[in-house]
C-alpha cells in the first residue's frame, strides 16, 4: 500500500472518493470504476495543501523503492584494496592484534572471517602475509611518527632497561622504556624499542645497542637524565661504556636485602620451607584442595587458594605466608582427618606471624617503588624510613633477631652510597612532600643542599657567590616503638626545625632558601602538581625538578613490558620472528598514547 494512505481515508459512501485526513477535503480517486482508481489526486493534493506532509512521504516513498540492478551489484562487490574503508578496516585488524595479543595468524581464523563477512560482506580479508609485511610495518611508522613528535622538545628524558630471553624460541630482547615530565608538569611514559638482543650478552653489545637506540631516536646523550638498570655486572659496565649516568633498580635491591635476611635464620629459612611443601602439595592434588576448600566454607571462611611464591619474587614469600596464616584454623581441621608431607609447629607457626610483621614494612615499600608514579626521590626517605624501623627492638624480636638484624645491616650495606649519589638527593631536594628532612644526618643534608645549588647555578649562569645556611638542628628523637611506616615518616618530618631565612639571598639561592623554609607537603600530594603551581614562584628550581623528578626508582616498566612479550611469544606463537614482535610490542604500548580517549 502506498505511503499517501497515511493521510487519506475511503469514503463509506462514495468509495471513488477519498477523504483528506489534514483538511477533510474530498479528493477524487481518478474515475468512477475500480479499475480506473489511482492515487496521483490524493499524491497532488498532498504537495499542493500540505507541503511538510508531502516532503515525509516523498522521503518514505524514496526509502522504500526497491534498488535497481546496477545497486545490487555494488552491494554485492568486493571493495578494492585502495578503498577508505578497507583501508580502516585493515587497519582495525592490526590494532587487534597488538592491543590484544592475538597471533598474525587470526586473519585465517574461520570464526574472525565469518565475523567480519557478517560485519562487512563486501570487505576482501587480507592475507597474514598483507598484515605481517605491510600493514603491521605501516602502522608501527605513523605509531612512531606520534611518539617522536611527542619527545621533539624535550629537554631531559629517563630510561629503564632490562634484557629478557624467551623460554620458547631462540630470542633476546633488550628493552627501552622513556619517561619524562611535560610543560604541565604531567609525568610522561612511552616504550621506545624491545630490540632483538642476538649473541653474547656483554657490556660492549649492551653499550652498542644503546647508542644505536639513542641515535635510532634522535636522542642526543646530553638529554639522558638516568638509566634505571637492573645489579647486573654487565649492564652496571655497559652503561658506563656508553657513558650513560645508571642506578640500579630499588625493587631489585629490596629483593636482595629481603632474601639475605630469609636466608640468614636457619629457623624461618626452616619454617618457610614447610610452608612451601604444604602449598605444593595443595596446589598439586585437587582432591585435597577440595577438601581444604570443604573446611573452609564449613567454618565460614571465604574459600580461598594458598599461594605459591616465586623464588625470583620475594614478595611472593611474603603473601604465601600470608596466606598460611590466614587459612591456619582451616589447615588445622584438615590435619586432624588427612596427611600432610609436613607440618608446622606451633612455635613455627608463631616465627611466621613475627616474620610478616617485620617483612610487611618491605612490602609496603616494594609496592610503592614498583608504582608507575615512583621517583627517584622516594628511595632516601624509604631507606631511612626502614633502617628506624629496623633498629627498633621490640618484645616480638624474639626468634627472628638474626634475621632482622641481617635486614637492617643488608640495608645498610646495598643502599650505602644513595645519599651521596646526586641523582638521588637532588630528587629528594626536590621533591615538596621530603626537602631536605630524610637525610640520615645534618651533615649529608648540607652535601645535597650544595650539589643542588652547584647544579642550580651552573643552569642558570650565576656565579658561585652564595652563602647557604647549614641545615636546622634535629630535636630529641621519639623513642615509639611502631610497624607503621606511615608514623615514623611523620615521626621524621616532626623532628625538624623550621629553617630561618636568609632574606638578602637572591637569584636561585633565595629560591632554594625560600622553598627549603616552606613546610612540606603531605605525602599523599602529588609533587608534580606542586611544581606546576610554583614554578612562576621558583623557575630555575622548577626547571631542575622537571629534570630529576623524571627519574623512576626502580625498572618496572621494563619487567612489565616483558610480561606484554610472554603473551606475543609463547607456545602458540613461537615462531614469531623477533622484528614482527618487536613491531606488535610496539604498537600495544604506544598506541593507547595517541588513540581518542573515547576509544
Avoid at 607456545?571 to 580517549?597: T, W
Wanted: charged share 25%; with cysteine.
Amino acid at each position: 500500500m502506498s505511503a499517501v494512505w497515511a493521510h487519506f481515508k475511503i469514503r463509506e459512501d462514495d468509495s471513488s472518493k477519498a477523504d483528506c485526513k489534514l483538511c477533510s477535503a474530498k479528493v477524487s480517486r481518478g474515475g468512477k470504476e475500480s479499475t480506473s482508481f489511482n492515487t496521483s489526486n490524493l499524491i497532488k493534493h498532498l504537495k499542493t495543501h500540505h507541503s511538510a506532509e508531502y516532503t515525509q512521504f516523498s522521503q518514505a516513498k524514496q526509502a522504500n523503492q526497491q534498488p535497481t540492478l546496477t545497486q545490487v551489484l555494488q552491494k554485492r562487490e568486493k571493495m578494492s584494496g585502495d578503498n577508505p574503508r578497507a583501508l580502516k578496516i585493515t587497519e582495525g585488524i592490526a590494532y587487534f592484534i597488538a592491543l590484544d595479543d592475538q597471533p598474525l595468524s587470526a586473519v585465517e581464523n574461520i570464526g574472525f572471517r565469518h565475523l567480519l563477512g557478517i560485519l562487512e560482506p563486501r570487505y576482501e580479508i587480507p592475507s597474514r602475509h598483507h598484515i605481517t609485511t605491510a600493514m603491521l610495518p605501516k602502522v608501527f611508522h605513523d605509531v612512531k611518527k606520534q611518539v617522536s613528535g611527542l619527545l621533539r622538545d624535550v629537554s631531559a628524558v629517563s630510561f629503564t632497561t632490562d634484557i629478557w630471553s624467551s623460554s620458547v624460541c631462540p630470542m633476546s630482547l633488550l628493552s627501552l622504556t622513556v619517561q619524562w615530565i611535560d610543560d604541565n608538569f604531567s609525568l610522561r611514559h612511552a616504550t621506545l624499542q624491545a630490540k632483538p638482543f642476538r649473541g653474547s650478552h656483554t657490556s660492549k653489545a649492551i653499550a652498542d645497542a644503546f647508542d644505536g637506540m639513542l641515535q635510532t631516536w634522535c636522542i642526543p646523550k646530553t638529554s639522558v637524565h638516568v638509566v634505571l638498570r637492573d645489579n647486573a655486572r654487565n649492564m652496571i659496565k655497559g652503561m658506563n661504556d656508553a657513558g650513560l649516568p645508571s642506578l640500579p633498580c630499588a625493587a631489585h635491591t629490596l629483593q636482595l636485602v629481603v632474601h639475605e635476611g630469609l636466608l640468614s635464620q636457619r629457623s624461618v629459612a626452616d619454617a618457610l620451607a614447610i610452608g612451601r611443601k604444604i602449598v605444593g602439595h595443595f596446589k598439586h592434588s585437587p582432591l585435597a584442595y577440595s577438601c581444604l576448600e570443604d573446611i573452609q566454607l564449613e567454618i565460614g571462611q571465604p574459600a580461598k587458594r594458598l599461594q605459591q611464591d616465586v623464588q625470583t619474587r620475594w614478595n611472593s614469600t611474603f603473601y604465601m605466608i600470608q596466606s598460611l596464616i590466614e587459612q591456619k584454623r582451616a589447615l588445622g581441621v584438615f590435619v586432624s582427618e588427612h596427611e600432610l608431607p609436613d607440618n608446622l609447629t606451633a612455635h613455627q607457626w608463631a616465627l611466621l606471624e613475627k616474620v610478616v610483621t617485620v617483612l610487611g614494612p618491605f612490602e609496603e615499600l616494594t609496592r610503592k617503588v614498583s608504582s608507575s608514579e615512583a621517583m627517584a626521590a622516594d628511595v632516601i626517605p624509604a631507606v631511612t624510613v626502614l633502617q628506624r624501623f629496623l633498629s627498633r627492638e621490640t618484645d616480638d624480636d624474639h626468634g627472628i633477631k638474626t634475621m632482622k638484624g641481617t635486614l637492617a645491616a643488608a640495608v645498610r650495606r646495598r643502599f650505602s652510597d644513595v645519599e651521596e649519589q646526586p641523582l638521588y638527593s637532588i630528587a629528594t631536594l626536590l621533591d615538596p612532600r621530603y626537602k631536605n628532612l630524610f637525610f640520615s644526618n645534618t651533615n649529608t643534608a648540607a652535601n645535597a643542599k650544595e650539589m643542588l645549588m652547584r647544579e642550580l647555578l651552573r643552569s642558570s649562569g650565576e656565579e658561585e657567590n652564595h652563602d647557604l645556611h647549614e641545615p636546622p638542628a634535629r630535636k630529641p628523637r621519639r623513642d615509639q616503638a611502631s610497624s607503621s611506616l606511615d608514623s615514623i615518616f611523620d615521626e621524621i618530618a616532626d623532628e625538624q626545625a623550621p629553617v630561618s631565612l636568609n632574606r638578602a639571598q637572591v637569584g636561585s639561592t633565595a629560591q632554594l632558601e625560600t622553598y627549603l623554609g616552606e613546610t612540606t607537603i603531605s605525602r599523599e600530594d602529588k609533587p608534580l602538581q606542586y611544581w606546576a603551581v610554583n614554578k612562576v614562584r621558583f623557575p630555575t628550581l622548577a626547571k631542575m625538578a622537571s629534570r630529576y623528578l623524571s627519574a623512576p626508582c626502580s625498572s618496572v616498566d621494563s619487567e612489565r613490558l616483558f610480561s606484554s612479550v610472554s603473551h606475543i611469544v609463547n607456545e602458540d606463537r613461537n615462531r614469531i620472528k623477533a622484528d614482527h614482535a618487536e613491531m606488535i610490542l610496539f604498537i600495544k604500548k604506544n598506541l593507547p598514547l595517541i588513540l581518542p580517549k573515547s576509544t
